[in-house]
């Protein structure tokens, strides 16, 4: 499955961006999907991750109540939307996509299989 990222952007501190991730190429159905953010000097973390029927939703602890994924199999797109954004958000927004997996691995980079090309998000204090 093909992953386009896009909807990053600069924003203020206290701001919100809603982030987009389309698929295409395989039944985006099928798979789990997840989104990881990488800062600069920084490893890849998880943000967030949903499963196939958009049922159940986990995320880090860092994102809670701030943060919403959500998706639309008639579309084909996962979305983040991310709400009082902070300077520390500041990173390369990845999607990515994975076969069912048990939801304690969602936070595994290493589970998927198919990755987005990222896009920027940028939150000035």
């Known amino acids: 499955v093909q992953l386009q990222a896009f909807g990053g952007g600069l924003v203020q501190a206290g701001g919100f961006l809603r982030l987009s991730c389309a698929a295409s190429?395989?039944?985006?159905?099928?798979?789990?999907m997840g989104w990881f953010r990488q800062a600069p000097g920084k490893e890849r973390e998880f943000v967030a991750a949903?499963?196939?029927?958009?049922?159940?939703?986990d995320y880090a602890d860092s994102v809670k109540g701030r943060f919403t994924i959500s998706r639309d199999n008639a579309k084909n797109t996962v979305y983040l939307q991310m709400n009082s954004l902070k300077p520390e958000d500041t990173a390369v927004y990845y999607c990515?996509?994975?076969?069912?997996?048990?939801?304690?691995?969602?936070?595994?980079?290493?589970?998927?299989?198919?990755w987005g090309q990222g896009t920027q998000v940028t939150v000035s204090s």
């Open positions: 990515a996509a994975t076969q069912p997996t048990y939801r304690s691995r969602w936070s595994w980079g290493t589970v998927y299989d198919y």
């Open positions: 190429g395989r039944t985006f159905s099928n798979y789990d």
């Open positions: 949903i499963d196939t029927i958009g049922g159940i939703a």
